[in-house]
């Protein structure tokens, strides 16, 4: 077996940061999950892995959920799911979201298939968003600390949309934790 020199190992690892450190730091990035705001759909300690450049690239779509740095703590990351686009105007009212924009001047109720629980009660609001500014809501409702006590999410705030959730550090740590408590 021949042993591989110090050049070409140099050139290896050389190779392997020119292609690894531009996908890490400029199109993907790992997350964790930290908190209840977006349970049962995200659980603390859910691993994930978000797209940098889709948000560059593309437009965030209602529905999608994001990883973010609100303007009320700039040191942390958010995650919370996109509710109300630029230029909409959005209506809160108990456990219903009214939508109104220009494809739907008369407005349309929200189908939130992603809720399981749909037993909470929201304070009645009403927002009208600006251009480049999200509307963010945790689908844990009763547990998020969202744009409804901060209000809506300027767009430059955004890092990435989530593309991909593994759990199974989740549920080893659940496991690790419960054998604990035995």
């Known amino acids: 077996m021949k042993k591989l020199s110090f050049l070409e190992n140099l050139e290896f690892i050389l190779i392997f940061l020119a292609i690894f450190l531009p996908v890490r730091f400029f199109i993907f990035e790992p997350f964790v999950v930290i908190g ?14 978000i797209c940098k450049i ?11 959920v994001i990883i973010f ?13 996109v509710i109300g686009l630029p230029n909409e105007k959005i ?4 456990n219903e979201i009214y939508i109104y ?13 992603y809720l399981t629980d749909k037993n909470f009660y929201m304070e009645e609001q009403i927002f009208e968003l600006k251009d480049n500014e999200y509307l963010v809501l945790g689908d844990n409702r009763e547990e998020s600390y969202d744009s409804r006590k901060w209000g809506p999410l ?3 705030r955004i890092i990435g949309k989530v593309i991909l959730r593994v759990n199974f550090l989740s549920r ?3 496991v690790i934790h419960f054998n604990k408590t035995l």
């Open 36 to 49: 209840e705001s977006m349970e049962p759909n995200f659980h603390s300690a859910d691993y994930l892995i």
């Open 54 to 64: 889709c948000i560059k690239l593309g437009r965030v779509n209602r529905g999608d």
């Open 69 to 81: 740095r609100p303007a009320v703590d700039e040191s942390k990351y958010y995650i919370k799911r």
């Open 91 to 94: 209506h809160l009212k108990g």
């Open 101 to 113: 924009n220009k494809e739907h001047p008369e407005g349309f109720k929200l189908e939130e298939n």
């Open 154 to 156: 300027d767009g430059n």
């Open 172 to 174: 080893l740590i659940k």
